[in-house]
């Protein structure tokens, strides 16, 4: 996996659903504008949800890995 830049990290890995995107959007919240986020998760379902998360919120999902033994969505603050 290449290395993206990040300016926040949110460690969600055995949360379910609605946990990581709930801890998402509360560090999201507090960063600037275009900052990047990146999650770590284990719940599968989570791959689905930040893609309806990055449509419903207007943040850009940047890219979702399948990686460090769970998911790694990393998104942009709009």
Same mark, same amino acid.
């Not at 300016?7 to 507090?30: F, T, W, Y």
């Not at 504008?33 to 999902?61: C, H």
């Given at each position: =996996?290449d290395? $993206? !830049?990040?300016?926040?990290?949110?460690?969600?890995?055995?949360?379910?659903?609605?946990l990581?995107? $709930?801890? @998402?959007?509360?560090?999201?919240?507090? =960063?600037?504008?275009?900052?990047?986020?990146?999650?770590?998760?284990?719940?599968?379902?989570?791959?689905?949800?930040? +893609? @309806?998360? @990055?449509? +419903?919120?207007?943040? !850009?999902?940047?890219?979702?890995?399948?990686a460090?033994?769970?998911?790694?969505?990393? $998104?942009?603050?709009?």
């Amino acid at each position: =996996m290449d290395v $993206l !830049e990040f300016d926040s990290e949110v460690d969600a890995r055995g949360l379910n659903c609605p946990l990581p995107i $709930l801890r @998402a959007k509360k560090a999201l919240a507090s =960063m600037d504008k275009g900052s990047i986020l990146k999650v770590l998760a284990t719940d599968p379902g989570s791959v689905r949800d930040f +893609q @309806a998360f @990055a449509r +419903q919120t207007g943040n !850009e999902l940047v890219r979702q890995i399948e990686a460090e033994g769970g998911w790694v969505h990393i $998104l942009r603050r709009r």
